[in-house]
């Protein structure tokens, strides 16, 4: 309690937020990060897309704070306030170490080892994500175009298709 005390008290914000996560996550943020804004993103996270605690620990291990977010076109193909809303849902990082995939691997084989773990992959991406299907063809103005993975946001009542860039 004089740990907790004493990493949370610098910051009033910090310390209300702390309060809304099990006594598990604050234990382990406490013994795991030292840097405050560090400790300060991953609260903010686990709070914002409801993580438990072994995918905090996961995203701790795979050093999630010091990595680049992921690359999207939401605020050039979507308004505004729909761009800000999916953005706020879906995460920055996804940790797929579980895949155990070489260091150098295809889209295919990336592809085919997420579908073998939907289960676990499923729980990466959050809980309102529903699995739709692979390779999902789209026609558009005549042409044929493959979709990697579509799956269906259950919050946001829309289907998120994601293209695979290894």
């Known amino acids: 309690m004089k740990n907790f005390f004493e990493i949370f ?39 914002e897309q409801q993580r438990s605690r072994a995918t905090l620990q996961e995203n701790i291990q795979a050093n999630l704070y010091h990595k680049q977010p992921i690359q999207h076109n939401f605020s050039k193909t979507l ?12 995460r920055d990082e996804y940790n797929l170490s579980f ?26 991406f959050g809980r309102d994500f529903a699995f739709m299907g692979r390779q999902f063809r789209v026609e558009v103005s005549e042409k044929e175009y493959f ?14 298709a994601i293209e695979l860039k290894t």
């Open 99 to 124: 895949l155990e995939l070489e260091q150098e691997h295809t889209e295919r084989q990336l592809e085919n080892a997420m579908v073998d773990n939907i289960i676990q992959t499923l729980g990466q």
């Open 147 to 160: 979709i990697d993975m579509l799956f269906y946001h259950r919050k946001l009542k829309c289907m998120i």
């Open 79 to 90: 308004p505004i306030d729909v761009a800000s809303q999916i953005t706020r849902e879906l």
């Open 9 to 47: 008290i610098e910051d009033e914000k910090i310390a209300q937020l702390v309060r809304e996560l099990p006594r598990g996550h604050i234990i382990m943020l406490c013994e795991k990060i030292k840097d405050t804004a560090e400790r300060t993103f991953y609260i903010q996270k686990t709070l």
